[in-house]
């Protein structure tokens, strides 16, 4: 009879507890989110997501020293890209080739003949 109690309670806590809720990461410092960067790989895809917005709304909000911090020089670099701010030399990049290449004719076609 005991036994049954206690499974009873201990489903019965499983149940009302959130272990499947998502975790409230707004509610965690920059500090704290930082740390966690790198670790949700085994995480659910809901977990992963919370994480990504409340992560990416804190670096559209961040200073250029916060990003240095929590971000690195490099990357802080590119999220001021992303976020309309510019830094650096200027200038558009431009690509080397021009793309023209005369290709080796390997494809799938079943009407020629193969050339070794």
Do not use: H
């Not at 690195?72 to 650096?88: I, L």
Request: contains cysteine; glycine residues 14%.
């Amino acid at each position: 009879m005991l036994r049954k109690t206690l499974y009873a309670l201990l489903a019965a806590a499983m149940i009302a507890s959130p272990a499947w809720a998502v975790t409230d990461y707004s509610s965690m410092t920059t500090e704290e989110l930082s740390q966690l960067r790198g670790t949700l790989r085994n995480a659910s895809q809901e977990e992963r997501d919370a994480f990504r917005a409340v992560w990416q709304e804190r670096v559209r909000n961040m200073s250029t020293e916060e990003m240095q911090r929590y971000i690195g020089p490099a990357a802080s670099r590119a999220a001021a890209a992303n976020t309309g701010v510019r830094q650096g030399m200027g200038g558009q990049g431009r690509g080397m080739g021009a793309g023209g290449g005369q290709g080796r004719g390997r494809g799938m076609g079943g009407n020629c003949p193969r050339v070794n």
